[in-house]
């Protein structure tokens, strides 16, 4: 089972009300060619879903937003609407505020009942497996059994969604909305089993049952630091401490945490820590505020909830005492030579060492990439596509999601299963 604690992790962003979301509603201009549709990976008719609000016709905007995004409840509160559609609204021209967007999503997808996502009556013969259970996958899940496939989704976790259920920050989506998606594509007809593949199941299994296979299995695990002391008690990856707090409701933060990192997960675990009732909060960066990659809302919103943040510090070791973590060793780094992409290398100042102490250090500096995968052919880390359809080196395989993306949005995962799923119906 898995938890959800209301009282810790409380919503972002409250939810709109009928009166709201009716006064918001009928702001909209409704568009002709409205760049926020187009801003939308997953193309979702945002006008359309937004009139059917302001008209009290609440399963008809569902209905619209999961016609074109079959997790539309999940990114209507995980996407960055901020540099999606709401970025593009035509408002932000006239100086005034955007519409909210994925707040108006969010209250059709919660409020509206009966909405109905019937696969095609006329099932075809094409069977299809799709290896990993987040978001890619239950994508492409969804659009085959419209097309009237066949479709089993692997995965070797107990429950289905990925990173939704188990790495998606719980103020942001709890782990019931990740469920209640996986249980409206269960009531597709998709079929869900728990196994490992190269494991219980095999690839030359798949290949002989399944006309295709569709591969959504994400990243790897988190990359180590690397650094002496780092496999010591009380250091835990960003995604392990975001799925302990969410899977184990005895989970305790430590007292005092040092988050290794300046991207979004590494704004998340600090968050949690923060709610999870930790004294003092530090995140490090080693290069400097401006270029740190996480959204700037995210960091806002981490300053708020008390974060303290470093800039220009590269962690060189873990402290150890009594066999436990506890602190860090940083040298202070100035900005070098660019790199390839033109970003500037942090070079460590000679004699700046210093240290912190804490008893609980989160390194968030991303995910492995796939090294190999299947013999498909590759992309610096991710699995080589043909990105109209999602067709890999090998026909019979079909890719979407983190594998190929290097890790982006929920939103362009729901995309790219979409593409593969109608790439494999145009082919098979
Ligand atoms: S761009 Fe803004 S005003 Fe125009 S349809 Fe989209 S949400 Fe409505």
Known sequence: MIAGNLERFPDLHPALDSQSAAVEANRCLYCYDAPCTAACPTHIDVPRFIKKIATGNLRGSAQTILDANILGLSCSRVCPVDVLCEGSCVLHRYNKQPIEIGRLQRYAMENARGVVLAPRAQPTSFRVACVGGGPASLSCAAELRRHGATVTVFDNRPLPGGLNTYGVAEYKLRPADSLREVEMVRAMGVEFRQAEVGGAVSLDQLEREFDFIFIGVGLGAMERLGLPGDHLPGVIDALRFIE??????????????????????????????????????????RRSEMEMPAFSFEYDRSKVEGVRFHWMAQPVAIVEQDGRAAGVKFLRTHPGEPDAKGRRIPEPVPDSQYEVACDMVIPAIGQTRLTAMLHLAMDGGAIAVDRPTGRTSNPKYYAGGDCVNGGREVVDAVADGKRAALGMVNHG
Request: proline letters at 2%.
């Open 244 to 285: 302990r707090y969410k899977t184990q409701p005895d989970f305790r933060s430590g007292r005092s945490v040092i988050v290794i990192g300046g991207g979004n997960t590494a704004i998340d675990a600090a968050n949690a820590a923060v709610r999870l009732g930790a004294d003092n909060v530090h995140l490090f960066y």
